[in-house]
């Protein structure tokens, strides 16, 4: 069954305060939003950021970001040039793992490090209600995001479309060599959980096939703050570059024989041997010929990436792996995290301790320090692996290569 996904123009953004305030009072973990809408280039540092989500809305009424039924099916809306971001400043004494900032500058040299500086930004920086901690607050968190995103796409119910997007796999000739998208997705505890249909991803049975328009049509949900370079937010899901990419090159250059969700973090050797060939029979199963493995934060999601790699071109499947590089302690010099001799295409999404020159800007919205301590504003250079999607490894950015 085809899937189509309308475009409308970011003019249509209407954004009512009072609306998105009341589904805050429904939440008793949350005492109140503010809510700010930016334009590209406006003097602003966001920080605290958890997600990114673009406005969507289906016309006959179905839930645009599912917990039931299936995603991917009939028409959704989207508004184009538009972004929901979340911020809310976790209790000191349960912050995330690693205590981790998430960054987006609307202007100044940090804006060329993600695409929210070019798109008008709905902010929403929430407060916790007194007395609940992180896992309490960070329900309500995203489903008030999600559910704003619905409210700023109702306009376009009255609205003719400027474009209309089709995503249907239908029968290609049998010559053209078979590409499947392996996307790791993060499974490490509360606040890093990446969602498929509500459900944490670990509890969801992956690896497994799903239907490559399911994850562009809101199936998939982050609730992963883990490093916030490496995030995997919820837009990227949505406008995902890769699955598009593969959809667009069906019937022309390649098969797109499917998309596999994996789970990232396993805890132990055996599990993530085990993950990483289980991931490969999957990708035998849909008789793919070459995969592109993606990869969701760091650490040693980097090691299932690898180990997958290694399982699938052992099962005779050809790899192409996506991941930043980061900095070796000792030294200045970028690495890979992991690295086994069969990974021998690799895309690199670019280091993620390289920094972002200083910058003050004019206000700063969602915390007024950055959770080392710095204050927000005149904070001095900072890292990438602090600016929300800046060296992500999914695909998204814009890469380009040339041979010499």
Same mark, same amino acid.
């Given at each position: 069954?085809?899937?189509?996904?309308?475009?409308?123009?970011?003019?249509?953004?209407?954004?009512?305060?009072?609306?998105?305030?009341?589904?805050?009072?429904?939440?008793?973990?949350?005492?109140?939003?503010?809510?700010?809408?930016?334009?590209?280039?406006?003097? &602003?540092?966001?920080?605290?950021?958890?997600?990114?989500?673009?406005?969507?809305?289906?016309?006959?009424?179905?839930?645009?970001?599912?917990?039931?039924?299936?995603?991917?099916?009939?028409?959704?809306?989207?508004? @184009?040039?538009?972004?929901?971001?979340?911020?809310?400043?976790?209790?000191?004494?349960?912050?995330?793992?690693?205590?981790?900032?998430?960054?987006?500058?609307?202007?100044?040299?940090?804006?060329?490090?993600?695409?929210?500086?070019?798109?008008?930004?709905?902010?929403?920086?929430?407060?916790?209600?007194?007395?609940?901690?992180?896992?309490?607050? @960070?329900?309500?968190?995203?489903?008030?995001?999600?559910?704003?995103?619905?409210?700023?796409?109702?306009?376009?119910?009255?609205?003719?479309?400027?474009? &209309?997007?089709?995503?249907?796999?239908?029968?290609?000739?049998?010559?053209?060599? #078979?590409?499947?998208?392996?996307?790791?997705?993060?499974?490490?505890?509360?606040?890093?959980?990446?969602?498929?249909?509500?459900?944490?991803?670990?509890?969801?049975?992956?690896?497994?096939?799903?239907?490559?328009?399911?994850?562009?049509?809101?199936?998939?949900?982050?609730?992963?703050?883990?490093?916030?370079?490496?995030?995997?937010?919820?837009?990227?899901?949505?406008?995902?570059?890769?699955?598009?990419?593969?959809?667009?090159?069906?019937?022309?250059?390649?098969?797109?024989?499917?998309?596999?969700?994996?789970?990232?973090?396993?805890?132990?050797?055996?599990?993530?041997?085990?993950?990483?060939?289980?991931?490969?029979?999957?990708?035998?199963?849909?008789?793919?010929?070459?995969?592109?493995?993606?990869?969701?934060?760091?650490?040693?999601?980097?090691?299932?990436?690898?180990?997958?790699?290694?399982?699938?071109?052992?099962?005779?499947?050809?790899?192409?792996?996506?991941?930043?590089?980061?900095?070796?302690?000792?030294?200045?010099?970028?690495?890979?995290? @992991?690295?086994?001799?069969?990974?021998?295409?690799?895309?690199?999404?670019?280091?993620?301790?390289?920094?972002?020159?200083?910058?003050?800007?004019?206000?700063?919205?969602?915390?007024?320090?950055?959770?080392?301590?710095?204050?927000? #504003?005149?904070?001095?250079?900072?890292?990438? #692996?602090?600016?929300?999607?800046? &060296?992500?490894?999914?695909?998204?950015? @814009?890469?380009?290569?040339?041979?010499?």
């Amino acid at each position: 069954m085809a899937f189509e996904l309308a475009t409308f123009p970011a003019s249509l953004l209407q954004v009512d305060p009072e609306r998105i305030q009341q589904l805050v009072e429904a939440e008793e973990a949350l005492a109140s939003v503010d809510v700010n809408l930016l334009q590209p280039g406006s003097s &602003v540092r966001l920080t605290h950021v958890l997600d990114a989500v673009e406005p969507r809305i289906r016309p006959d009424g179905r839930a645009a970001f599912p917990t039931e039924g299936k995603a991917g099916e009939g028409r959704t809306n989207r508004l @184009d040039g538009v972004a929901v971001l979340s911020s809310v400043d976790y209790p000191g004494v349960e912050r995330p793992l690693h205590e981790q900032e998430s960054v987006v500058d609307m202007a100044g040299p940090g804006a060329e490090a993600t695409p929210f500086a070019s798109m008008r930004v709905v902010h929403l920086a929430f407060q916790a209600a007194p007395g609940y901690g992180h896992e309490a607050i @960070d329900a309500p968190v995203r489903r008030v995001t999600l559910r704003t995103a619905e409210l700023l796409a109702e306009p376009t119910l009255e609205a003719e479309p400027a474009e &209309v997007e089709r995503y249907e796999l239908g029968p290609v000739p049998e010559d053209l060599p #078979r590409v499947a998208a392996l996307v790791q997705l993060s499974d490490l505890g509360p606040l890093y959980y990446q969602y498929f249909y509500g459900t944490p991803v670990g509890r969801a049975g992956f690896p497994k096939v799903v239907d490559p328009a399911e994850m562009l049509d809101g199936a998939l949900a982050s609730g992963e703050y883990h490093w916030a370079g490496m995030r995997n937010p919820t837009l990227f899901f949505q406008r995902n570059a890769l699955v598009r990419a593969l959809y667009r090159e069906h019937g022309a250059r390649l098969a797109f024989a499917g998309l596999v969700l994996m789970r990232g973090y396993e805890q132990s050797a055996e599990g993530k041997q085990t993950a990483a060939n289980k991931a490969a029979a999957v990708a035998k199963e849909v008789r793919a010929d070459g995969a592109i493995i993606t990869t969701d934060a760091g650490g040693n999601s980097h090691t299932d990436v690898m180990l997958t790699c290694r399982a699938c071109e052992r099962a005779g499947v050809k790899t192409v792996v996506v991941l930043a590089e980061e900095t070796d302690l000792d030294s200045t010099e970028p690495i890979l995290t @992991d690295w086994v001799v069969e990974a021998d295409a690799i895309v690199t999404a670019g280091n993620a301790e390289d920094f972002v020159e200083a910058w003050e800007p004019e206000r700063v919205l969602g915390g007024d320090r950055l959770t080392d301590g710095r204050d927000a #504003r005149s904070a001095g250079p900072i890292s990438y #692996r602090d600016y929300l999607g800046a &060296v992500n490894q999914m695909g998204q950015l @814009d890469l380009g290569a040339v041979t010499v």
